[in-house]
Structures are given as structure tokens and as C-alpha cells.
């Protein structure tokens, strides 16, 4: 499935920012989405992911109460609503796919298709 990730921008700290991925080419529903961040100089972290349903979802220590994911599988769309930002938010964020892992799984490699990423920066 192809991605396509939007809706990153400047904010300032305690802001809210919407990020949302687009799929095309497949069959969205039969894929586990997630959404991943990497800041500059650091490794690729898990930061939500949601089953193929929407009924099951999944977040980091460090986003939950803050963040929620959530898909409509009508238009074959995943979304990030992220509250409260702070600068160590700052970071590409990064929407993936895949037919086979479970729902929350965390391991980057462990997803097949991914978007092309969109810089989220927070201002203190």
C-alpha cells in the first residue's frame, strides 16, 4: 500500500496538530496502521498503532492521554490528533502498514510500507 503523511507544521509548546495518512493501491482495511517518530541523531520510536478494525489501539508511555489514533476505513485514512505538544515531540512523524504484525507492534522493521514522514516542530 502507498502512504502519503500530511499535516505536520511549527507549533508552539501545549498546541494541538492533527497529522493524517492517506493509503492508496490496496485493500486499507486488512492493514495494521501505525504511526512511528524520529527526531535528529535518534532511532525510529513507535508512537501509535491501531488494528485493522480501529477496535484495538495501541500508544507509547510517553504519548498516552496526549495523543489518539484513530482510522476511517471508508476513506482509507489513519490520524494522529496530538494535544498538549511539547518540544521533545519535535520530530519527523512517520505513518506505516502492514498485512501481517499485530496491532501495537512496536519494531519499525517489522512494517512494510511506509510514508514518506512530516516534520512536526515545537517551539518553546
Known amino acids: 500500500v502507498q502512504l502519503q503523511a500530511s499535516g505536520g507544521g511549527l507549533v508552539q509548546t501545549g498546541d494541538s496538530l492533527r497529522l493524517s495518512c492517506s493509503a492508496s493501491?490496496?485493500?486499507?482495511?486488512?492493514?495494521?496502521m501505525a504511526w512511528f517518530r524520529q527526531a535528529p541523531g535518534k532511532e525510529r520510536d513507535f508512537v501509535a498503532g491501531i488494528s485493522e478494525t480501529g477496535g484495538s489501539l495501541h500508544y507509547a508511555d510517553f504519548v498516552k492521554g496526549r495523543f489518539a489514533i484513530s482510522r476511517d476505513n471508508a476513506k482509507n485514512t489513519v490520524a494522529l490528533q496530538m494535544n498538549s505538544l511539547q518540544p521533545e515531540d519535535t520530530a519527523v512523524y512517520y505513518c506505516?502498514?502492514?498485512?501481517?504484525?499485530?496491532?501495537?507492534?512496536?519494531?519499525?522493521?517489522?512494517?512494510?510500507?511506509w510514508g514518506q514522514g512530516t516534520l512536526v516542530t515545537v517551539s518553546s
Open positions: 506505516a502498514a502492514d498485512r501481517r504484525v499485530r496491532a501495537g507492534t512496536s519494531a519499525p522493521w517489522m512494517y512494510k510500507d
Open positions: 493501491g490496496r485493500t486499507f482495511s486488512n492493514y495494521v
